[in-house]
């Protein structure tokens, strides 16, 4: 792909490169990755008010990407019962296209600390009112 085309966006609201990156650092199968990406994300479509009555957020692109402590992740990998690699590797995709919306939203000058991790979730229309 060359930097002049937009990268494609999965289903989960995280880009594919963020995706494939993933599986190589932690070894984990792309496609094992997605599946889970989205198994999350209908429950994470649901968490729009918890998350945003208790961490910092930015709206990027039909995308809300929120700053939380990893403990979040502890709890969403119990929850559904993750293996630890794909806990890891789905937590890593999520903070990293996290960081990538607040280093794009305008007028945000608010970055990731090395301990803080994310959470992305598309909104739809009614979301946004």
């Known amino acids: 792909m060359t930097d002049d ?3 494609e966006v999965s289903e989960a609201h995280i ?3 963020v995706i ?7 070894d984990v199968d792309a496609a094992e990755i997605r ?18 009555a208790d961490h910092d957020y930015v709206t990027v692109d039909e995308t809300r990407a929120y700053r939380v402590p990893s ?7 119990e929850e559904f019962d993750l293996d630890d690699d794909v806990a890891d590797a789905v937590e890593h995709a999520h903070t990293e296209q996290a ?3 607040f280093e794009d939203a305008v007028g945000v000058d608010e970055r990731f600390a090395d301990d ?6 598309g909104i739809d229309t009614a979301e946004e009112f």
């Open 15 to 17: 880009d594919d490169a």
């Open 116 to 121: 803080d991790s994310g959470i992305v979730v």
């Open 20 to 26: 494939d990156r993933t599986a190589d650092r932690f």
């Open 99 to 101: 960081r990538l919306a």
């Open 5 to 7: 085309q937009p990268a």
């Open 71 to 77: 403990s979040v992740w502890d709890e969403l990998a």
């Open 35 to 52: 599946n889970v990406l989205v198994v999350l994300y209908g429950d994470l479509l649901g968490r729009h008010s918890e998350y945003e």
